[in-house]
């Protein structure tokens, strides 16, 4: 009996035309125009360079004939190849930091915001201007399991925290469209503030991994299972043939388990993530910080324009998680709190502050916005309804409609 071995599977074609997207932007940004030869198979694909200048010198070639299949005659750049590798190391050569402040717009002078009803209170406001340090980093991510997989990604990093991976470089996008400021004298980062954001996207980026991996690994241990199961039957047949043979039989065994833990071994996933290098991009700011004196207390809230954008980010009402363009204030919990337009409103009887999170309901009669306490729930449909449409009904609270 012949033991067959299942074929793997080749590696993804769109990771190949992104490796070879990303080659020609690599050579065309430190001035060798590439001439490629544009085909739809990737495999008769090649593309010639002269890298100029110091790159010249750090590849130690004055012409490159770049082939992305190993089956093609030329300097491979493929993730894992020599070529690759030099040109991740000559990005780490440029500098793992980058300092790239933004020119700022003309400054606006006031808050493009609507107060809805906090306008009736006294607010103060003060301005002050400032800076947002945002993170970018090129991630190189390797995945090795039966196969070894790289992806080189661009990740940002917010100052507040937020990040994600990006199509296509902020940095070279801002470069490119004249948005940095040659003279800025916008703050640099603190070394802990620093540390602290690296630390940050390096949390990030290891959760990132293995949500990326997750997949990979699934169908990995489909095809585990499917060769596990395929050496115990190979290996029941030859135990099933030899039963008079104790010996051989305990042998068969034997290598059974050994090849099962050889394919469990090679059938891990590890993941690894480097950060090739990273910018620090600085954005200059005007905080808006108001105080409103509501009900005899001080209720901070505080909005920032971004100057090189002319993005607002608002504070976040925490009812429904959105930006607050339209600030309210709740006076239903134990502490006043911000609201938005769509979670706040006026009780049409009393006429208390409430959000959705404290007791702001409709009428299912007459749809009005009204306070838990002036909608006290029908004993019949369990519907909160304005105590005017409620009657007593045999010694039960009744709204029109079940009265009916």
Not at 55 to 65: I, N, P, Y
Not at 68 to 78: K, M, P, R, W, Y
Not at 168 to 181: D, P, Q, Y
């Amino acid at each position: 009996m012949t033991e067959k071995t299942p074929a793997k599977g080749r590696g993804s074609a769109s990771r190949a035309e992104a490796v070879a997207d990303y080659c020609e932007r690599f050579f065309g940004h430190f001035g060798a125009a590439p001439a490629a030869s544009h085909v739809e198979d990737l495999r008769a694909r090649t593309l010639r360079v002269a890298p100029v200048g110091d790159l010249q010198e750090f590849l130690g070639e004055k012409t490159l004939d770049i082939v992305f299949h190993a089956s093609l005659e030329g300097d491979l750049v493929t993730p894992g190849s020599r070529l690759f590798d030099r040109m991740l190391d000559w990005l780490r050569e440029l500098g793992r930091c980058s300092w790239v402040p933004l020119a700022a717009r003309e400054l606006p002078s006031r808050l493009p915001v609507g107060f809805g009803p906090l306008a009736p209170y006294q607010g103060v406001a003060s301005l002050k201007r400032g800076t947002q340090h945002d993170l970018e980093l090129v991630v190189q991510a390797v995945f090795v399991g039966e196969e070894r997989h790289e992806d080189l990604v661009v990740v940002t990093l917010s100052e507040a925290g937020e990040a994600h991976t990006v199509e296509s470089s902020v940095v070279a996008e801002v470069l490119a469209a004249g948005k940095v400021e040659p003279h800025s004298e916008l703050a640099h980062p603190s070394q802990k503030k620093l540390k602290q954001q690296l630390d940050d996207a390096l949390e990030w980026l290891t959760q990132w991994a293995k949500e990326q991996a997750a997949p990979r690994e699934e169908e990995m241990l489909e095809r585990l299972s499917t060769e596990v199961q395929r050496l115990t039957n190979y290996y029941g047949e030859l135990i099933a043939q030899n039963e008079m043979n104790e010996d051989l039989r305990e042998q068969l065994a034997h290598d059974l388990d050994l090849r099962v833990s050889e394919e469990v071994s090679s059938h891990r996933m590890a993941v690894e993530v480097n950060v090739v290098c990273f910018a620090v991009i600085a954005r200059p700011v005007l905080d808006f910080d108001y105080e409103f004196e509501v009900l005899g207390k001080t209720i901070p809230m505080s909005w920032r324009v971004d100057c090189s954008d002319g993005l607002i980010t608002s504070p976040v009402c925490p009812t429904c998680a959105e930006p607050a363009k339209t600030a309210a204030v709740c006076s239903g919990g134990e502490e006043l709190h911000l609201a938005c337009e769509s979670c706040f409103g006026v009780c049409a009887v009393c006429q208390a502050h409430r959000c959705s999170d404290h007791g702001l309901v409709s009428c299912h009669i007459g749809g009005e916005l009204l306070c838990s306490s002036c909608a006290p729930r029908c004993e019949g449909c369990g519907s909160p309804t304005r105590k005017s449409r409620l009657k007593q009904q045999d010694g039960t609270w009744l709204c029109t409609v079940c009265r009916e």
